[in-house]
C-alpha cells in the first residue's frame, strides 16, 4: 500500500477552563505538546491502543496532542523518524539497528528505541502449500517479493546467512502491499516477504485460506529470535521532551490494558479512522497479534515494554553480522528504558 496519509489530531482545553470562565475568571488553556507519529502500516487491530489513548484522553493526560498517520513499512517508520518527518514511530528495532550500525560511531540523528511491543520474530516467507519450497534452502532458484519497506525482506541477508541459503540465487522483486498474497496466489512469485499474521489476514480479506493455502517459513525458527516492532523516538525528544515520553509510554501502556479488557471496543477505536474495515477480522488480527508476536514468556517477569538485556544485545550481533555492518552498536544505543511505566503498571500477561 502506499502512504495514504489519513490524519486525526486530538486536543482540547484543560479540565476546569470553562468553569473558571463562566465564574467570570480568565479561562486558563492547556498547553499541549504537538506531536506526529508514524504508525507501521495501515490503520489495523494491533494498533487499537494507540487509538484508545487518544480517544479516553490518556494522551491528553500527558499533556499531548498526538497526530498519528498511517505508515508505509516497519523499516520506512524508523527512517521517518530519522529523516525529521515525525518525532516517533512504531517500527522495527531491527532496522534501527542496521541504521545505527552504519554509522562510524553513534550519532544523533538515530532513534531510538522505547517500549518494545513486539517482542517475538513475526517475520516471514509465505510460500504455496502445495509448492516445492518446503525448507529454507528450497528458496535458491526462486523469486522472493514483497514491499521495498517490509521487515522480512530487510532482514532476508541475514536470515539467508543464518539458515545456509546462497542470497545470491534468489530473484528478489518488489511489490505493492495489497498485491502480495495475490501474486503469491497466483504464482507470479514463488514466495513473499511479511509478518505473518499481516499475510495471513490479508489472504482471508483477499478470499484466500492461508491455513489451507499458504506455508509460512518463519525467521524465528531458523535461529532468527529477534525483537520487532518498538515505539521509536528522535533523540531530540529524548533530550527536549523527557516528561512527554513517559506521559506518552503510560497513555499507551493503559490503551493496550484497556484493549485486553475489550476487544470489540478496541476494534471500533480503528474503525473510527477506517470505516470500512472488517470488524470481525481485525479483531482476530489484533488477538493473534497479543498472542503471536507480543507474548514472550519474558513479560512475565519484565513486563511488556522492557527487552532483555543480554537477548538484545545478541539480536544486535545477529544483525551486524548478517547485514556485514561496520559497527556493533551497544544496547543503550538501541534502546532506552528511563520512559517505560513504573513496574507495577507493566502487563504481565496478554489475551
Not at 502500516?41 to 498519528?68: C, H, M, N, T
Not at 525448507?135 to 541475514?158: I, R, S, V
Amino acid at each position: 500500500m502506499g502512504p495514504i496519509y489519513s490524519r486525526r489530531t486530538f486536543g482540547a482545553l484543560a479540565c476546569g477552563s470553562l468553569a473558571a470562565a463562566a465564574l467570570g475568571a480568565p479561562a486558563i488553556a492547556q498547553t499541549l505538546t504537538k506531536l506526529k507519529m508514524v504508525l507501521n502500516w495501515r490503520y489495523q487491530g494491533p494498533q487499537s491502543w494507540f487509538f484508545i489513548a487518544q480517544d479516553k484522553g490518556y494522551l491528553r493526560e500527558a499533556g499531548v496532542e498526538l497526530e498519528i498517520d498511517q505508515g508505509n513499512g516497519s523499516g520506512a517508520a524508523v527512517g521517518a523518524v530519522a529523516s525529521g518527518s515525525y518525532d516517533m514511530g512504531f517500527g522495527d528495532i531491527n532496522a534501527l539497528m542496521v541504521l545505527a550500525g552504519k554509522k562510524p560511531a553513534p550519532d544523533p540523528s538515530t532513534p531510538i528505541g522505547i517500549y518494545m511491543m513486539f517482542n517475538r520474530p513475526p517475520f516471514t516467507i509465505a510460500v504455496k502449500a502445495d509448492g516445492p519450497i518446503k525448507t529454507p534452502k528450497d528458496l535458491e532458484g526462486k523469486t522472493l517479493g514483497g514491499p521495498a519497506n517490509d521487515g522480512a525482506l530487510q532482514l532476508f541477508p541475514a536470515f539467508a546467512k543464518l539458515a545456509g541459503v546462497d542470497a545470491s540465487k534468489v530473484t528478489i522483486t518488489n511489490m505493492a502491499p495489497n498485491l502480495r498474497e495475490q501474486m503469491l496466489q497466483r504464482g507470479q512469485v514463488d514466495g513473499a516477504f511479511g509478518f505473518v499474521n499481516t499475510i495471513r489476514f490479508s489472504a482471508k480479506l483477499a478470499g484466500i485460506d492461508p491455513d489451507k493455502q499458504f506455508r509460512f517459513i518463519n525467521y524465528g525458527d531458523h535461529g532468527m529470535d529477534l525483537y520487532s516492532n518498538c515505539l521509536i523516538v528522535s533523540r531530540k525528544l529524548v533530550a527536549e521532551k523527557p516528561d512527554a515520553l513517559k506521559g506518552i509510554v503510560r497513555a499507551f501502556n493503559r490503551g493496550l490494558v484497556d484493549t485486553l479488557k475489550d476487544y470489540d471496543a478496541a476494534v471500533d477505536s480503528v474503525a473510527k479512522r477506517e470505516p470500512l474495515i472488517n470488524k470481525a477480522v481485525e479483531k482476530e488480527r489484533l488477538i493473534a497479534t497479543l498472542q503471536d508476536e507480543m507474548g514472550h514468556p519474558e513479560i512475565a517477569t519484565l513486563g511488556l515494554g522492557a527487552p532483555d538485556t543480554a537477548r538484545l544485545a545478541k539480536s544486535i550481533a545477529i544483525v551486524k553480522e548478517a547485514n556485514a555492518l561496520p559497527r556493533l552498536p551497544g544496547t543503550d544505543e538501541i534502546f532506552n528504558d528511563a520512559f517505560l511505566p513504573p513496574m507495577a503498571e507493566r502487563i504481565r500477561k496478554l489475551g
